[in-house]
């Protein structure tokens, strides 16, 4: 079926090691983005792609990697996972302008 | 860009309409006024979006004022499934990022 899906849906690691979110989809959109949620508070965007190979900085990019090889995989990675890493993410995708994003369910990452 | 403003919470019973106010007061002329929900453990879902008229759709109506200073989404009756929390966002189809800027919404409450 078409969509976006995120893998794992949850995960819990240590602090120092490096975790990979992966976020997949299949509508062939040119953005895709990632989003984190802290208890209580609204989405706030790490990094986001408007194609393959083209990558830009959100508002909270600081100790997250990301990368676009393929249009349709857009992964995060916590190269050296802090507890204030802790949070839900979100991955979106959209054609632009004045389109919709598309978002998945989301990723519940607990860092002990 | 461009901010809303929004009740951190309304109520309403199930079967009546609802009808949530969102003001953006520094609204520029290219901005689409887009909503968003997002239910309980799930990413956000598109509702509905404008630029100057109303907008219908299957899942709600958005009414525009005609300064565009303000908008109001309406559910035209109310179910138990449409308790969540609605984000009002202004987008600018012309900028180069496409990125969206979640403020922390309005907390919707439905009663049976």
């Known amino acids: 079926d078409a969509g976006i899906t995120q893998s794992p849906r949850y995960k819990i690691t240590e602090t120092g090691r490096q975790v990979t979110l992966m976020c997949h989809q299949t509508?062939?959109?040119?953005?895709m983005f990632w989003y984190r949620q802290d208890l209580g508070h609204g989405l706030r965007l790490i990094y986001y792609?408007?194609?393959?190979?083209?990558?830009d900085k959100g508002e909270v990019p600081d100790g997250y990697v990301v990368s676009r090889s393929k249009t349709e995989n857009f992964p995060l990675t916590l190269e050296s996972a802090t507890r204030s890493q802790t949070s839900v993410y979100f991955c979106?995708?959209?054609?632009?302008?004045?389109?919709?994003?598309?978002f998945g369910d989301g990723t519940r990452l607990s860092i002990l | 860009d461009a901010k809303t403003t929004q009740p951190n919470s309304m109520e309403s019973n199930e079967e009546e309409p609802v009808h949530l106010p969102c003001n953006h007061s520094?609204?520029?002329?290219?901005?689409?006024i887009h909503w968003y929900r997002q239910l309980p453990s799930q990413g956000p879902e598109y509702v509905i979006h404008?630029?100057?008229s109303n907008v219908n759709n299957r899942m709600a109506s958005l009414a525009i004022a005609e300064d565009r200073k303000s908008s109001t989404l309406i559910l035209h009756r109310a179910t138990l499934r449409d308790a969540a929390v609605y984000y009002c966002?202004?987008?600018?189809?012309?900028?180069?990022?496409?990125?969206?800027?979640f403020g922390t919404g309005t907390r919707l409450q439905v009663f049976p």
């Open positions: 979106a995708s959209g054609h632009g302008g004045d389109q919709p994003q598309h």
């Open positions: 509508w062939s959109h040119s953005y």
């Open positions: 792609s408007a194609a393959a190979d083209i990558t």
């Open positions: 520094t609204i520029s002329g290219t901005d689409y």
């Open positions: 404008g630029l100057t």
């Open positions: 966002i202004l987008r600018d189809p012309l900028g180069n990022t496409d990125k969206l800027i």
